[in-house]
């Protein structure tokens, strides 16, 4: 019972510090989109990053799975396929997203972003999905909470960054759905590394359209780039999915959903941003929306499943 507990607090501190990584990299982000790198060249160079950082720790997890004795679901068609889907929503997404990050607040920017929890369930539907009443709760508070945040006039119009911001997270709620569809066939480490290898390769030559960045522009931005790369993507996924391993995943959901917390006090103590009391209301209340959706979400890749993921001859383990 003691382990366990121990379990669960190690868990819950990895899981936390995941939502801070991730929340501080809306300032990496807002950085940059202000900075010499357009969204294309900062993506495509980011998840370059990513996929060499997450590479690395898919490989620290096979030796260990090879010294235990145990074996990862294999690659399988399943993995590529829905790698590449979910690749290719996250690349339009993060695109989306840094274009609308240059024009608004890191604050603001992270709350909208974490909408993409509200968004799930109701795309859901497209997949046959019956949502509940949290659900239509959750999109009731999130569009009250939206206006709160985004909207100041009377023709109900939102600003551009919002805009585009708001259009990334429903892009993020298709990534999710694509991620739920594949995972239970599938290593959630291998699907996130072909995903991030799909950004990577559709990145490189979109920055062959749009134009190379230069050195200098590359080095004017280099710790918004290893930040994004590295810590968001090696680090915060790692302790994801050490977390996950010892929390349960409504639990998980919600401290997960804190990286927007974390984005806005980022914000107000690095970049000295400030907010209104309007948005501020509304980044509380598209909170208590995305706490009511995550009873909806699908958690295929938030329980990293024990039974499903590593056979080690009658017994089975995710670490061993």
Not at 119 to 124: A, D, T
Not at 211 to 222: K, S, V
């Amino acid at each position: 019972m003691q382990n366990r507990r121990r379990n669960r607090l190690f868990g819950s501190a990895a899981l936390i510090v995941s939502a801070c990584v991730w929340g501080f990299a809306f300032i990496a982000q807002h950085s940059a989109a202000v900075g010499q790198l357009d969204a294309i060249a900062f993506n495509g160079l980011r998840f370059v990053l990513a996929a060499a950082a997450l590479a690395m720790v898919y490989a620290v997890f096979e030796l260990i799975h090879k010294k235990r004795g145990t074996k990862s679901v294999p690659w399988n068609k399943e993995t590529i396929i829905g790698g590449v889907l979910c690749g290719i929503a996250l690349f339009i997404a993060a695109n989306l997203q840094q274009i609308g990050i240059a024009s608004t607040t890191v604050g603001k920017a992270s709350f909208i972003t974490v909408m993409y929890i509200v968004f799930v369930p109701v795309l859901g539907l497209l997949a046959g999905r019956k949502p509940s009443i949290f659900s239509a709760y959750a999109v009731a508070l999130a569009v009250v909470g939206f206006y709160f945040i985004s909207i100041y006039d009377e023709k109900f119009t939102a600003t551009s960054g919002d805009a585009f911001v708001l259009f990334a997270a429903m892009l993020l709620a298709i990534q999710i759905l694509f991620v739920d569809m594949f995972a239970r066939e599938t290593d959630p480490i291998k699907l996130t590394l072909v995903q991030f290898v799909t950004c990577a390769l559709i990145g490189i030559p979109a920055m062959g359209i749009v134009g190379f960045p230069t050195p200098a522009e590359i080095g004017a931005n280099a710790w918004e780039l290893l930040y994004m790369g590295i810590m968001s993507a090696g680090v915060g996924f790692t302790l994801q999915t050490i977390g996950q391993k010892h929390v349960e995943p409504s639990v998980a959901t919600l401290m997960m959903c804190l990286e927007s917390v974390f984005g806005i006090l980022g914000g107000a103590i690095v970049l000295h941003e400030s907010h209104s009391a309007r948005e501020l209301a509304g980044c509380l209340i598209v909170l208590i929306a995305v706490f009511l959706a995550q009873f909806e979400v699908p958690h295929t890749l938030l329980k990293f499943d024990k039974h499903k993921f590593l056979t080690t001859g009658g017994s089975r383990s995710f670490f061993g």
